[in-house]
């Protein structure tokens, strides 16, 4: 098992560098100048361009850039921002929080709300109650999300006043944003869950254990509950590696802080040491969380554990 | 008992196809269902409520908004279609070649598809979008390279899988070239799950493009698709609702019915 | 046996959602509370800011005519600097304005009124100025403003390592030093002499040469300046506090001594639904850049006011490209601006909230040209003969056609949809149909987008706001000596024209050049000129004495809450 985990390991050493060259790739070889980022095209010489390039050091060989690049990373230096001089490194510390509080949250409510109609799915099977939830699973990830969004806002915010649309300070501005995102995912996990619960409860051995005098209980959270639990894994790891995805919209929507909209800014205005910064980290949390998901799997279910 | 359930969710799937069917014939004919020009504007008739002249109502340039959605249904199927058969291609070859040759293509094919996986569709796409300059093309471009992880992955294991079936063990053994395996019995074989993925995905790319025309990267042009329309609409949501509510209802509709009835071909191809 | 699992499975479901919202709840308490650990500054003074707005505004039975509050504006754009000489953005100046100061301030009428100078005397040639300053001005880290501080200032504007925007220093032009003659009267030289210099002095503020040094260029997130509001932190908002130093408000404000406002927090909601929404439901005091289409209905709704003002400079206007051909033809260029109906544009889009524009420059201004007004130019009819004359002739596909060459126009145009500016180039290409013109609208994010299609453009809006009129018309648009137009308009007379109102001292005689070229635009249709930006700001009527400058920025200087 410890083997595993460290080759898991060296394997994500790998995918981190991997990202990091990735990116570094698209944002310098799409079409397009980064200066830009810095200097409005309209209103500067093409001298004045090349002067700042040369004191930003843009003008040197691509190659010898990104060395010097993961050099500074390696000594915690994420560079600056090309638009703003903030230090990328406090720019995402300051960030970073704001969206995985939203992320986790979504991912409660789309767990909470997933295992919930799914199992009620699975259990009215073929009823109308059945039909139902799964036709709003489908409507719920059918819908643009920053329209739902605009929509609650609109409706919770501006008609009722029961919660504020906008900021990110306290937990009620957590509210909105993170029901929006989490109703969205919840749809694929009833989906999941309802279709592994149907598996168990069918099980020879589900009928065996009962019959062996096992208590209801037991049968119910050791093998329905454990059988429920891989694929809802599976989709937590899904949706917090996506959370940066999740959140470049959803940041917009609702005003809130967090490195889903400063990414989705610095992309537009190429500012490259952001871009880089915020991928280099949502990286990480992929790969950890990736991780986890691996160990958790083998916890859960024995099968794994041996395979 | 169960024969009610089963028409019910027939029902479902018969109405999801006739309203594709119905939004096929506004990509195909809008002029024998729009009743407007989409690109008239009557400046007379600003922001009307929906009524029997105007069924969507007008928009802010007193534009008829059904003709407009109508008309727009052809790009937004254009972005969609398109989207899903150039990353379900590459996607789909690259997930078989590297499923059926193995060893160190597959490995390294596998550390690639993970360094992607990192980087989340939506900023590939909006890098793209963001560089290239915004045309119909280019964000179909930046659709479909974000979506060729996920179709690539797909293929790659349904190819592993039934490379391992015995029966194309026994044409190996039995001397048949790799290509001829490959063509004749791989990917003959794995392309139902492919297809029940690509019909989903056809959904989830109009989805994204809606997503990017809302981060400002979508296109202006003569007709705008729905996307587009759904996010221009939305300063207008207090004051004359209907420019975005009817667009956003077509697009869930759409996406909707789409996904109904790749659920139904689950059913079908993969009956568990 | 079947129902029985089935409830098993029932209150399993439930037991599993308990747990599940039990984790929610300690999920939420706990990033809240990290959160705020990361957050380091912003923490503690967001904690007093909740306590002490609730007695100022409910509870606490003050003398009716205590002022003060908080107040929560919501900005439309993040500010690019809160650094006032690297900021080159209106939306950055609605902040600085608030911490900084500068030597002269402009009253409702553009004229001069003492600020941080008391006096000043200029020199006949107008290329040297000599300012004496006020002898009791601190920055808000304690340290004195003073003849040194000046020159530090304009030093500091022409350092590179500042990375100045172009905006202000283009200013400035012509700067050659700065001289502190006694501790507080400071000299100003310049190679030459301008008359808009003052002007232009008005919107130059003052940093603390102290905290430049300190922060190097890490000032632009620690500003420190003399103004009435002192940098508390930029986090999620920008939040300013109330210095009780201050003591030199100019005398056009409504009052002396430190400002009203408590607090001043600037939020950045840059989606109009949610930024007017929030006015709507009081979270926030005042929300700037409000949509045509909702300052109807703000307006009647009870509880909430608009404010506004006209912004001055150079109007919306669609610039031609001069270096195509095609606009160097005087009958082509009369009949593009037949074919557009501005007032229908106008109309449609802002709803009777915009003003038409209808002069190269705004009103307000010294020099501008009111003989212009209702004079309107489109005729569809005259528009296509004055096409047929030049020999573009309607090919079969309904568009014009000479030599085989199609009449198509290549549009290009900013996103987002600011002023719904992408909007009126929609109409455009619809009106110009009618006459046979295609249009072909291009959009772009990108600043290497914007490169290319600049070269490439053959239509272009973009407006301008600045006080002065001669670094207006100076600037990008329509001076071509030794400068860079983006209309690459090259004509001789215009440039004769701006050189001589450069340099003309007297306000009489410069007006009648300004009518004069203005005359010039209209008669040989060079521009089309738009709408004039009004700016917005909705605000809950408790929000009293938001008043605007000269230039339309806010003054918060005056508000109070009642």
Redesign the interface.
Known sequence: MAGVVIKKILTSLVVLFGALVLVFLIMNVL???P???I???????PEEIAALKH?LGMDKPLGQQFVEYVIDILHGDFG?SR????PVLALI??NL??T??LT??SV??S??LG??LG??S???RNRVLDTVVRVLSLITISMPTFWTG?LF??LF??KL?WL????????RT?ILPSVTLGIVSSGVIVRMVRNS?LEI?NEPFIVTLRAKGLA??T???RH??RNVMIPTITVIGLQVTNMLAGSVIIE????R?GIGRIIS?AI???DIPIVQGVVFFSAIICVVVNLVVDVSYAIIDPRVRRA | MKKLKLSLSDALAVISGLFIAFILLCAIAPGFVAPYSP?Y?N?AD??QAPSLTHLFGTD???RDVFSVVVYGSRDSLIIGVASVLTGGIIGGILGALAGFIGGVVDTIFNRFIEILMTIPGILLALAIA??L??SLFSIVLAISVSSIPQYSRVMRGQVISIKNRPYITVSNSIGTRGAVIFVKHVLLNSWSPFLVMATLGLGSSILVASGLSFL?????K?IPDWGTLLS?G???????HWICTFPGLVITAFVLAINIIGDRLRDVIDPK | MKN???S???S??LA??LL??T??GC???K??G??SD??TASAAP?ATNGTRAVPDETADPAPIDAKGGNLVFALAT?P??LDPHRA?LAVSTRVTNALFDSLVALDENGGFVPYLAKSWEVSDDYSVYTFKLRDDVKFHDGTPFNAEAVVFNFERLYN?ET?AT??ITSLFSGFLSGEALDEFTVQLNFSVGSPSFLTNLARFAFVSPAASDKYG??F??NPVGTGAFRFVSY???IKLERNPDYNWAPEIRGHQGPAYLETLTY????????R???V????VSAAETV?P??V??LRATPGLQVLEKLTLGLPYTLFYNFDKPIWNNLNVRKAIRAGVDIG?IV???Y?GTYPRAWSIISPGLSGYDASLENKDHYDPEAAKALLEAEGWLVGADGYREKDGERLKLHYFDN???REKR??I???V??QL?EIGVEVE???????????V??RGFDVMGNSFLSGDLVSSLRG?FYYTEGG?S?AHLNDPKVNAWIDQVASEFDPAKAEVIYKEIQQYFDENALTLPIYVFPYTVAAIEEVTDLNFDFLGYPVFYDTYIK
């Open positions: 079409p397009g100048d200066i830009f980022s200097v409005d095209p309209t209103t500067t010489s004191e600056k638009a703003s001089s903030e510390l300051k929080p704001k995985i509080e986790v949250v409660v409510i767990v909470t295992i919930l199992i009620l699975a259990v009215f605009v806002i609109l915010s501006v006043r504020p649309s906008m900021g990110s300070e306290g937990f957590l619960a409860i209801e209980r049968v119910m959270l329905v509950l917009t929507v609702f005003s802080q800014t537009m205005a190429r | 690109t504007m400046v600003l922001l802010y340039f007193g963001a560089a300059r915004p400002g990267l979508g296109i202006i003569e221009q939305r300063g207008y949501l207090v004051v004359a | 029985n699992l089935a098993r499975i029932l399993a479901t599993i959602l599940a919202l984790v929610a999920a939420a308490d990033p809240s990290t959160a990361a957050g967001e993040t690019d600097h080159g590179p990375q172009g905006n260029d890490q632009t997130r986090d999620e908002d939020k950045i909601v840059a989606e109009e639904a949610t007017v929404g929030s709507e439901s009081r979270e949509p289409q909702n109807l209905s229908t109309q449609t889009l709803l996103s987002p949809n992408n909007d180039a929609v109409m290409r619809e149909k609208v291009e959009i772009s994010t990108d600043g290497y987008n914007q490169l299609s600049i990008n860079f983006i």
